[in-house]
């Protein structure tokens, strides 16, 4: 009986997480795409940053700032947008309420954590710039 009044909601739960994940992905690839560009058209500016005397710890701590910045931006931006999305349907749908407050703070951390870890790539790509390369480099 419990199972059966039940079952609607567990397929909900199965279908959005399914979304969820997909959204985290591309998310991730996302972030991850555009530190690489970065990264790779500055790899001019590395090697001279390596060769005037910068460690590479900097370098790669700078990138890792970047894909930070990126990802604490977008996260703000989709909790705006969330709620501003919740005030617009919940004229029309009397029944919409915003998540508490834990599940938004989770949700954050994870995309902050994910999208540091796909920014981690690229950040030790570019602490790993030989400087001689580089300087050559068009």
Same mark, same amino acid.
């Given at each position: 009986m419990k $199972? /059966?009044?039940?079952?609607?909601? &567990?397929?909900?739960a199965?279908v959005?997480?399914?979304?969820a994940g997909m959204a985290?992905t591309?998310a991730i690839?996302?972030?991850a795409g +555009?530190?690489a560009? =970065?990264? =790779?058209s !500055?790899t001019r500016?590395f090697?001279? !940053?390596?060769? %005037?005397?910068s /460690?590479? @710890?900097?370098l790669?701590?700078r990138?890792?700032?970047?894909?930070?910045v990126? $990802?604490?931006? *977008? %996260?703000?931006? *989709?909790?705006v947008?969330?709620?501003?999305?919740v005030k617009?349907? *919940?004229r029309?749908?009397?029944? +919409? =309420?915003?998540?508490?407050?834990l599940p938004l703070?989770?949700?954050? $951390?994870?995309?902050?954590?994910? #999208?540091i870890?796909? =920014?981690l790539m690229?950040?030790? @790509?570019?602490s &790993?710039?030989?400087?001689?390369? #580089?300087? @050559?480099s068009e």
């Open positions: $199972a /059966e009044v039940l079952a609607p909601n &567990r397929v909900n199965m959005f997480g399914g979304f985290l591309i690839v996302g972030v +555009v530190l560009f =970065s990264v =790779s !500055r500016e090697g001279v !940053r390596l060769a %005037i005397g /460690e590479p @710890r900097h790669l701590g990138v890792l700032g970047e894909g930070a990126i $990802a604490i931006s *977008g %996260i703000v931006a *989709g909790v947008g969330g709620f501003a999305l617009l349907v *919940g029309f749908i009397p029944d +919409v =309420s915003v998540p508490e407050l703070l989770g949700a954050a $951390a994870v995309l902050a954590g994910a #999208a870890l796909a =920014s690229p950040a030790l @790509r570019a &790993r710039v030989d400087v001689v390369q #580089a300087l @050559r």
